[in-house]
């Protein structure tokens, strides 16, 4: 029923140079309740797709047929004009060195054009949501390329050792929630949601965020 409702109201934009891709990707679309809109990129060069002005949406679905830096510089301008947009990119093969950089850069999903036929429809409302939709073997090895960055281990069974707020704070911050949404929802104030984020960070042995949600969605799917 969640799903249902997030899917109705979910805005996608689909971001390719080629007519017959944009075609395809709304032919898949057309069978759910998404509000798309699809743009054709008139340049695929680096410089152009920066000061690009892509229409204004949830989750953008880039065609990643373009060069790795054009299509580098097109993530980077729709993050920073729409700071709170997930993003999943498609392309021939997605290989570790690539996906990785994609992952890093903040993209949320990852799929082939195959893939996309039967999958696009069900990881749009997961990404819209704060989750990925990555093959389970890129992210488990992307977080273990992080791990291997920072020189360490990092704690993952610090987890059990986790208080009952801490908890939430966590799960808050798995749904993508701001510190203050996550005060809100939870009825603290906002330097207390500060307070157990850093606690977290701490006791898993990072310094962002984003490594924190990595190693716990690791973590679940090491255990599924």
């Known amino acids: 029923m969640t799903t249902k409702r997030t899917s109705s109201k979910l805005t996608v934009c689909i971001l390719s ?3 017959l891709v944009l075609s395809e990707f709304e032919r898949i679309l057309a069978k759910a309740q998404f509000k798309v809109v699809a743009k054709q990129l008139e340049s695929t060069l680096a ?3 920066r000061t690009l002005e892509p229409p204004k949406a ?3 679905v880039i065609d990643a047929h373009a060069a790795k830096p054009a299509t580098g510089a097109l993530l980077a301008n729709i993050l920073e004009r729409y700071p709170e947009a997930r993003l999943i990119v498609v392309g021939e093969q997605h290989n570790d060195a690539n996906s990785f950089s994609l992952l890093r850069s903040g993209v949320k999903g990852l799929l082939t054009y195959v893939e996309a036929r039967d999958q696009l429809i069900r990881a749009l409302p997961l990404v819209a949501t ?3 939709w990555v093959p389970r073997q890129l992210l488990s090895g992307f977080v273990d390329s992080i791990l291997t960055g920072q020189g360490r281990r990092l704690k993952t069974d610090s987890v059990t050792n986790l208080s009952r707020r801490e908890q939430e704070v966590l799960d808050s911050l798995l749904e993508n929630l701001s510190n203050k949404e996550i005060a809100s929802k939870l009825n603290i ?3 207390t949601v500060k307070f157990h984020v850093s606690n977290l ?3 898993f042995g990072v310094r962002r ?3 924190l949600i990595l190693l716990t969605f690791q973590r679940r799917l090491s255990q599924a």
């Open 130 to 132: 704060g989750g990925f």
């Open 47 to 49: 410089p152009d797709l």
């Open 189 to 191: 104030a906002e330097r």
């Open 209 to 211: 965020r984003a490594d």
């Open 58 to 60: 949830q989750v953008y």
């Open 201 to 203: 960070l701490n006791k």
């Open 17 to 19: 140079p080629h007519p």
